[in-house]
T-cell receptor, first 114, second 110 residues
Framework: DAGVTQSPTHLIKTRGQQVTLRCSPK?????VSWYQQALGQGPQFIFQ???????QRGNFPDRFSGHQFPNYSSELNVNALLLGDSALYLC?????????????FGPGTRLTVL | GQNIDQPTEMTATEGAIVQINCTYQ??????LFWYQQHAGEAPTFLSY????GLEEKGRFSSFLSRSKGYSYLLLKELQMKDSASYLC???????????FGQGTELSVKP
């Protein structure tokens, strides 16, 4: 079992650009959540996808959008990048459509915006 | 809001016991997780409490009091490899989101 995988591991972009991050959930999991973790802080919930729909959303602007595919993999898109978007982006998957189950985290994508 | 409060930093000695506290707002509570995160790595699951009481798992135990909005993580027989950030996270409302505290950076010294 490969667990949760994310790509790429590191990314450098400039202000104003757009970025797409990818996540494949753990085998058997159908729910994917995305988090942003700034240095020295806990992860902040961005949104959660289940059955290809955004089910819950945190306090993030519309520049942050996502998608879930029929195979449960997911993408996070960020438009018009700001310096403050520099962070570790974590994807977590859980089973059964219920977010209260244990969430398994991927290794994250480190995004640097210059 | 749904503030999760935990100490920013703690220091303990190898072989000792340390308790990391977490307080949270109780409205909509549906469960509490503890995660361990080493620098540059993803969080890894330690424990999940949904009912009051103590859950023991080897050297790690986690306690929950739902009426008080309080939990702690107890680490026994500390090892150097336990130096990490410990994240308290609360699951609010069915099918909802996981809210994390800022994490407690634990340093274990010889």
């Amino acid at each position: 079992d490969a667990g949760v995988t994310q790509s790429p591991t590191h990314l450098i972009k400039t202000r104003g650009q757009q970025v797409t991050l990818r996540c494949s959930p753990k085998s058997g999991h159908d729910t994917v959540s995305w988090y942003q973790q700034a240095l020295g802080q806990g992860p902040q919930f961005i949104f959660q996808y289940y059955e290809e729909e955004e089910r819950q959303r945190g306090n993030f602007p519309d520049r942050f959008s996502g998608h879930q595919f029929p195979n449960y993999s997911s993408e996070l898109n960020v438009n018009a990048l700001l310096l403050g978007d520099s962070a570790l982006y974590l994807c977590a998957s859980s089973p059964g459509g219920q977010g209260g189950n244990e969430q398994f985290f991927g290794p994250g994508t480190r995004l640097t915006v210059l | 809001g749904q503030n999760i409060d935990q100490p920013t930093e703690m220091t303990a000695t190898e072989g000792a016991i340390v308790q990391i506290n977490c307080t949270y707002q109780t409205s909509g509570f549906n469960g509490l997780f503890w995660y361990q995160q080493h620098a540059g790595e993803a969080p890894t699951f330690l424990s999940y409490n949904v009912l009051d009481g103590l859950e023991e798992k080897g050297r790690f135990s986690s306690f929950l009091s739902r009426s008080k909005g309080y939990s702690y993580l107890l680490l026994k027989e500390l090892q150097m490899k336990d130096s990490a950030s410990y994240l308290c996270a609360v699951f609010y409302n069915q099918g909802g989101k996981l809210i994390f505290g800022q994490g407690t950076e634990l340093s274990v010294k010889p």
